[in-house]
């Protein structure tokens, strides 16, 4: 396949809107790689799933162009762009057994008779459910009905998949060139090479899981991918890359990284991942060191959930590996906190 465009699918500068006005997609581009597993992250109603079905030919773009292997598909007919759609709710047939499921997409397709049961035997291989092919639908549970409708997806051997709302028995072998829609975030990190962060009907951010996690570009990424401390404050100076923070209250002034602020005067969110913040630290270490009053200590197993109060806020989260010796840890106790500059990530406010 080296003679063919390395891009599979592509957005060109679409929008949606149902009644005119509103627009539910409004400036999306995208492209989708071959072999790529592409999610579609964001909270319900920031268009993600319109996207899709834009693509599968369930609804029309209102502007822009979709392009698959290079070739506009808007006015393509659904069953005629050979794509594997895997649905919420399966949408299997139940007057069907699972053979017959899978049979179904290549009959349409006028497939060899002959090669039909050796197709869809494999495919319910790879799914590991090689021998219920006589059972209908109704005899499977969840997780079952959930592989079959994969196994359906890929019977046919499409170059796309498309998959609204989270997969969870998907096996990572299973996957050729996929975009996947999900509001599970620890799904979307762990099963995809790229995440489009969506919000209100535009992409925020469209990166590989660990640069969304480390390097959010916008305050909406940083809190919506995993969990975060917000520290709100007025930027003082700007230098060499970082700037000097004055926090609201006059709670004290934190060095960050600059990111989304671009003057002195600029209002800015401090983002802090939970698991870079370390109490008590060893001395001059830390550029950002404050006093905090521990409210409460969760054992997590793998870590300390430890919420204090710092700077004015009673919810600032601290997680402690649980290879340190923190059993003193108890609520009420004055500990002091600190992080590294590099970690503290300054966005818009």
């Known amino acids: 396949m080296t003679d063919q465009n390395d891009t599979i699918v592509d ?3 679409i929008q949606k809107t149902y009644d005119g006005e509103t627009l539910v997609v409004k400036d999306f581009n995208l492209e989708v790689k071959r072999g790529e597993f592409v999610t579609l992250l964001g909270p319900s109603g920031s268009g993600k799933t319109t996207c899709l079905m ?28 050979g794509i594997g759609m895997v649905f919420q709710n399966y949408t299997l047939f139940p007057h069907m057994t699972v053979a017959e499921n899978l049979a179904f997409p290549l009959e349409v397709r006028k497939i060899d008779r002959s090669a039909i049961s050796e197709k869809v035997q494999r495919a ?15 005899q499977l549970s969840g997780g079952q009905q959930q592989r079959v409708a994969l196994a359906r997806a890929l019977v046919f051997e499409p170059d796309l998949v498309l998959m609204d709302e989270p997969l969870g028995a998907l096996d990572k072998n299973l996957r050729e060139e996929m975009i996947f829609v999900t509001h599970d975030q620890s799904e979307a ?4 090479n790229r995440i489009a962060v969506f919000n209100d009907g ?14 959010p570009n916008n305050a909406f990424v940083a809190y919506f991918i995993g969990e975060n401390n917000r520290l709100n404050g007025t930027v003082k100076e700007m230098k060499d890359g970082h700037c000097m923070v004055q926090l609201d209250d006059d709670a004290g002034i934190v060095e960050a990284l600059t990111v989304n602020v671009s003057d002195t005067g600029d209002r ?14 060893p001395e001059g270490e ?14 997590m197993g793998d870590h300390l959930r430890t919420r204090v109060e710092l700077c004015g806020h009673d919810d600032f989260v601290i997680k402690i590996p649980n290879n340190q010796d923190h059993d003193s840890l108890k609520r009420g106790q004055t500990v002091r906190v600190g992080w590294r500059a590099d970690d503290c990530r300054a966005l818009d406010a």
């Not at 799914?127 to 006589?134: I, S």
């Not at 990190?189 to 995809?192: I, V």
């Not at 535009?202 to 390097?215: G, H, I, K, M, R």
């Not at 800015?268 to 630290?281: C, F």
Request: glycine share 4%; with cysteine; proline share 10%.
């Open 124 to 138: 319910l291989d790879m799914v590991r459910l090689g021998e219920f092919g006589t059972r209908r639908p109704a």
């Open 11 to 13: 957005f060109k500068n």
């Open 54 to 81: 834009m693509v599968a030919g369930f609804e029309t773009p209102t502007h822009g162009d979709i392009l698959l292997n290079d070739v506009p598909i808007t006015h393509v007919p659904p069953h005629k762009r």
């Open 268 to 281: 800015t969110t401090l983002s802090l991942r939970p698991e870079r913040a370390i109490v008590n630290p």
């Open 189 to 192: 990190l762990t099963m995809s």
């Open 286 to 299: 830390y550029p950002n060191l404050f006093e905090a009053t521990v409210q409460e200590v969760i054992y």
């Open 202 to 215: 535009v992409v925020q951010q469209c990166a590989a899981p660990d640069s969304l996690y480390e390097e």
